[in-house]
């Protein structure tokens, strides 16, 4: 099995060290052309402005949504979410369009705000997951299709799947809990 | 729910590698740095190399432009404070930047300490010069590092050295003997539980970006190649002819550090590079880097 990793910007490096934790195979993928022979695909967190504008420059758009509609899973974390997203407000930022969901971009302020908590994430069994939230968004708005994973304790959802596509507003690359990676993993196996 | 964790701040850094961190001035310089990919700005009321021209005493800018600036853009918004002047520390992280760059491009407050960072919420970034020095400022809780290089200059030589004596000390710590260790420690200056975690990992414990004298998308892929997290770009872009493309092509380059046909592509038709300084014809009280300790 084979995982890419955008690595236009951001905390890609994270990811790649929690694939090859899971014994999974994982590369950078910065160029059309690396995106070939992909059993699955992660959008890292990073500024999702900087990460969008690189995937215009070179070409990564569009061919990730062919690869999409035909089916690759695709993971987004933070800045990933924002880009897997039907909308956002900010148009700063070219959404994929892939994901029945609206986010809003640094939706709980600042930096000062940003925040860890213990979440229920049902799907990866009882034990609480740590979310680590850094000028995090939220997803505003999903459609029936659109399976929540998570919310927090005030409602605000903060994770969510369709079909192959997975997408949480917090940071699973900076916990040693492996659950999130586990379960796109599954994803991808089909399992 | 608990905010400004370690986890939190050294988060946000990890989250800005791989980008490029742009000085701006004014709003238009902001919206051209966040159009041009910036991962985020710096807010500034004057880039080093006025700062170096203007001489006199450079201070924490007027808040106003920090706010508008923050206003402006949706990336990230860092400023300056003084090295040691806790207050400067505390109003900026009452007007909510987002990262505070504890500075020697600004006049020291204090020549013998620096902030007690621990005691922030809003995160820091410190310059440094070598291992020993990126460990001090950790130790007191800087949440992110940056070679110093020699700011305003567009002089990337600085920025090498500096980025080589951090990653020589890496190596040297990762071959020393356990039991030499706090020999190494005391020499080195920087707290004993920092050189044994990078005994062990091999890496700092935070992330680093080079800084002071990149000019150039070849500059800002040299400081990746030699181990940068990512690069701050000071008066590299906003003192030369066109800004607005150059910082495109150093967005690119930094993305695409190892590709050399990328880097030569995006180094076309960039216009003037901001006039460089020889740092042997600086006097030696002129310069920036020796600020700190």
Known sequence: MRIGVLAAQGAFVEHIARLCRLEVEALAVRLPHELASLDGLIIPGGESTAISKLMLDYNLTGEIRNLAKNGLPILGTCAGMIILANATPDLEVEPLGLMNIMVRRNAFGRQIDSFETELSIPVLGKKPFTGIFIRAPIIEQATSEVEILAKLADGTSVAARQGKLLACAFHPELTDDLRFHQYFIGIVTGN | ?293
């Not at chain 2, 608990?2 to 000085?23: F, P």
């Not at chain 2, 600085?158 to 020999?183: F, N, Q, W, Y």
């Not at chain 2, 690119?252 to 960039?270: C, Q, Y």
Request: proline share 5%; hydrophobic share 45%.
């Open chain 2, 1 to 293: 729910m608990e905010t400004g964790t370690w986890k939190v701040k050294t988060g946000l850094a990890q989250m800005l590698k791989g980008g490029v961190i742009m000085d701006v001035v004014t709003l238009e310089h902001a919206k051209t740095a966040e159009v041009a990919g910036a991962c985020a700005v710096m807010a500034l009321e004057r880039v080093p190399a006025d700062i170096r021209a203007a001489g006199g005493v450079a201070r924490m800018a007027d808040p106003t432009i920090i706010e508008a600036i923050m206003k402006a853009v949706s990336i990230p918004v860092m400023a300056k404070c003084r090295i040691g002047h806790f207050v400067e520390a505390q109003a900026l992280q009452a007007l909510g930047v987002d990262y505070v760059d504890e500075s020697e491009v600004l006049t020291p407050a204090d020549e013998s300490h620096h902030i007690w960072k621990h005691g922030f919420k809003v995160p820091f970034v410190c310059g440094c010069r070598d291992l020993g020095e990126a460990l001090r400022r950790i130790g007191e809780g800087a949440a992110m590092i940056r070679t110093k290089g020699e700011a305003g200059t567009g002089n990337i030589v600085e920025a090498v050295r500096h980025m080589r004596a951090v990653m020589d000390g890496i190596r040297k710590l990762v071959s020393t003997p356990e039991e030499e260790l706090m020999a190494q420690a005391k020499e080195m200056g920087a707290p004993f539980e920092l050189v044994a975690e990078i005994h062990k990992t091999g890496k700092l414990p935070v992330v680093n970006f080079a800084a002071g004298g990149v000019a150039t998308p070849t500059d800002a892929a040299l400081m990746m190649q030699l181990g940068a997290d990512g690069v701050f770009v000071g008066s590299g872009i906003f003192k030369s002819s066109n800004p607005e493309v150059r910082a495109r092509a150093i967005v690119r380059a930094t993305t695409h550090f190892r590709d050399p046909e990328i880097i030569a592509e995006v180094s076309k038709n960039l216009g003037e590079a901001m006039p460089g300084l020889d740092i042997k014809q600086i006097p030696a009280e002129e310069l920036l880097a020796p600020r700190g300790w």
